[in-house]
């Protein structure tokens, strides 16, 4: 890991959503409650917030905050040194006005964060983003998709233990990320957890109970933050630089993604009901049989339904069931569907492929086929091609 000289204080932005991360107990489980406790336990925290510090003080001292339209900032906090040359990380953190359950998430909420990280990318150095961890792999593939190539690190964590409970990874997985946003020489959307840093647009959560809740089954990690941190060759790490995000865009907020499991028995009159019931339907995943395989003969119906939905411009694409996917024709059926106009997925995770066609249908610049063939080019290290 490259390290500077000379220390660094880096500004970093933590956006809050809630997640189990910010839960507390309440009489019906845990609940991410919308309460200045989760800024109190970080602040207390000794290695979170320096101890010599101002900012740092007991769980029971007050907080000031400030509301900034639904959000509320809280106090900054600095880091102790984070490395051996005495950097730290000021960061401040911005809850959103709607802490949430993770498995709430909608496209309306990655519009608020992504807007928020826009609106701030001049002001901060890096960002995190809290996240319960169900969706949070299906939020850091869209902010792939929305900041690609974009010079500054954004972090994407959570936690499998609530910071309000023992054994919480929240601590660690916090702390590895205000490294990755703050102190390391690194950028690009990347899940910071368990001691990993993975490609955003890769990962997947594997477990709710291991502390490795995440995975990106078909390239290695980004970062490994062991004793010594190492990086694992993967070509989609990049170093900091001044460059921009793309202008961000507004993500379709009505359903327009379909996402359809196939199993033995589907037909094509169940298929096409799903998609007439969606009336602003514009992309459907397959989730298939390994390469891409599904029912294609005249009996079940399925190829005359996916045929009609192509010829309606709603962009049909294969991904695969296998927890390591990787689409390729190499059976009749998957040249079948080729034929016809439907897209497949390589080895792309069903978050990502969900984020990707999000993201496509949401831009109004592209025409359907300019939508077919920016689906079937990596845009962020997402897919390998074969
Ligand atoms: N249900 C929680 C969430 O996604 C799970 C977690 O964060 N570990 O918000």
């Known amino acids: 890991m490259s390290r500077s000289r000379t220390p660094t204080r880096r500004k970093v932005l933590v956006i809050g959503t809630g997640g189990t991360i910010a839960s507390e107990p309440t009489e019906t489980g845990f609940s991410p409650l919308r309460n200045d ?23 029971s001292e007050p907080v000031e905050t400030v509301q900034i ?24 953190i911005l809850d959103l006005g709607l802490h949430m359950d993770s498995s709430e998430m909608t496209p309306a909420e990655w519009n608020t964060i992504a807007a928020l990280l826009s609106d701030n990318w001049d002001l901060y150095s890096g960002f995190i983003v809290l996240s319960g961890t169900d969706t949070l792999a ?34 660690e997985n916090l702390l590895d990320s205000l490294v990755f946003a703050g102190e390391s020489g690194w950028a690009g959307v990347g899940v910071v957890f368990g001691h990993q840093v ?28 062991n004793v010594k941190m190492t990086t694992d060759q993967n070509p989609h790490l990049r170093h900091r630089d001044s460059a921009l995000p793309p202008r961000t865009i507004t993500l379709l907020t009505t359903p327009t993604v379909l996402s359809c499991h196939i199993y033995p028995g589907i037909t094509g009159s ?20 390994g390469s891409g395989n599904l029912p294609i003969g005249e009996r079940s119906g399925v190829l005359e339904a996916l045929k009609g939905a192509v010829e309606r411009e709603i962009l049909v694409v294969v991904i695969s ?32 492929a969900f984020a990707k ?30």
Not at 69 to 92: F, H, I, Q
Not at 270 to 286: F, Y
């Open 37 to 59: 406790a989760f800024f109190r336990r970080i602040r207390q925290h000794p290695l979170l917030s320096d101890p010599l510090s101002p900012s740092h003080a007991a769980f």
């Open 69 to 92: 339209g639904a959000n509320t900032r809280y106090p900054a906090l600095v880091t102790p040194a984070m490395n051996d040359v005495g950097s730290v990380v000021e960061y401040e």
């Open 138 to 171: 299906y939020t850091s593939s869209i902010l792939t998709f929305l900041f690609t190539n974009a010079g500054k690190p954004i972090a994407v964590t959570g936690a499998q233990i609530p910071l309000s409970q023992p054994r919480s990874d929240g601590w």
């Open 198 to 225: 993975l490609m955003g647009c890769r990962a997947t959560k594997i477990s709710a109970n291991l502390f490795h809740a995440f995975q990106t089954p078909c390239v290695p990690p980004l970062i490994n933050m």
């Open 270 to 289: 169940l298929l096409s009901a799903q998609i007439a019931a969606l009336p602003e339907c514009r992309a459907v995943i397959l989730s298939a049989y």
């Open 321 to 352: 069931q296998c927890s390591i996917p990787n689409v390729y024709p190499l059976y009749t059926q998957g040249r079948t569907l080729i034929s016809i106009g439907v897209l497949p997925g390589y080895d792309l995770t069903h978050e990502a």
């Open 357 to 386: 066609l999000l993201w496509l249908v949401s831009r109004k610049d592209l025409s359907f086929k300019q939508r077919q063939e920016l689906f079937e080019t990596p845009v962020a290290g997402e897919m390998t091609v074969i």
